[in-house]
T-cell receptor, first 114, second 110 residues
Framework: EPEVTQTPSHQVTQMGQEVILRCVPI?????FYWYRQILGQKVEFLVS????????KSEIFDDQFSVERPDGSNFTLKIRSTKLEDSAMYFC????????????FGPGTRLTVL | GQNIDQPTEMTATEGAIVQINCTYQ??????LFWYQQHAGEAPTFLSY????GLEEKGRFSSFLSRSKGYSYLLLKELQMKDSASYLC???????????FGKGTTLSVSS
């Protein structure tokens, strides 16, 4: 069964450093998303992406965040200057062209900012 | 504003039936999802309701009332492996985002 994959599974970084989190969505999916979950808290929407542009973003997704689809398979989330409060699990999700609502989640990247 | 409410914790015993309720208030609505999440893992899809009524899928059923802003997830014949968090999530009008509740942690004991 096709699945969303994410790398790395765990990223440790120093405050102020840039990180790039990578995702490979399911191959025939056209809608891509990033969510985050701070330990013990709810899953929070960050951004959705379709047709090479952002469809919607939340208040959390400020200027330090950016997303990119650099090629036909990868979807990345960049955090330019990490803060302690960026420590969280980051989930990538994708959905199919005919079922924009059913989102399939990747296993997540645990980001730890020291 | 957007608000999803569900109980924080529930407990049940193996073989029992449990109902997890969810109420939502969202600016625009395009359906409601239930996801299961085991600790440290990604959410996995359980059900999706966009029309009023009951959707049954094996041991799990989900109900939606759009007029009441209410949904529930019904789990039958509980098993120990059902111990997990159950996340209620509303889809926004454009279908571009899922708005999650805080999740209900279900503990199933023998």
């Amino acid at each position: 069964e096709p699945e969303v994959t994410q790398t790395p599974s765990h990223q440790v970084t120093q405050m102020g450093q840039e990180v790039i989190l990578r995702c490979v969505p399911i191959s025939n999916h056209l809608y891509f998303y990033w969510y985050r979950q701070i330990l013990g808290q709810k899953v929070e929407f960050l951004v959705s992406f379709y047709n090479n542009e952002i469809s919607e973003k939340s208040e959390i997704f400020d200027d330090q965040f950016s997303v990119e689809r650099p090629d036909g398979s990868n979807f990345t989330l960049k955090i330019r200057s990490t803060k302690l409060e960026d420590s969280a699990m980051y989930f990538c999700a994708s959905s199919a062209p005919d079922r924009t609502d059913e989102q399939f989640f990747g296993p997540g990247t645990r980001l730890t900012v020291l | 504003g957007q608000n999803i409410d569900q109980p924080t914790e529930m407990t049940a015993t193996e073989g029992a039936i449990v109902q997890i309720n969810c109420t939502y208030q969202t600016s625009g609505f395009n359906g409601l999802f239930w996801y299961q999440q085991h600790a440290g893992e990604a959410p996995t899809f359980l059900s999706y309701n966009v029309l009023d009524g009951l959707e049954e899928k094996g041991r799990f059923s989900s109900f939606l009332s759009r007029s009441k802003g209410y949904s529930y997830l019904l789990l039958k014949e509980l098993q120990m492996k059902d111990s997990a968090s159950y996340l209620c999530a509303a889809v926004n009008q454009a279908g571009t985002a899922l708005i999650f509740g805080k999740g209900t942690t279900l503990s199933v004991s023998s």
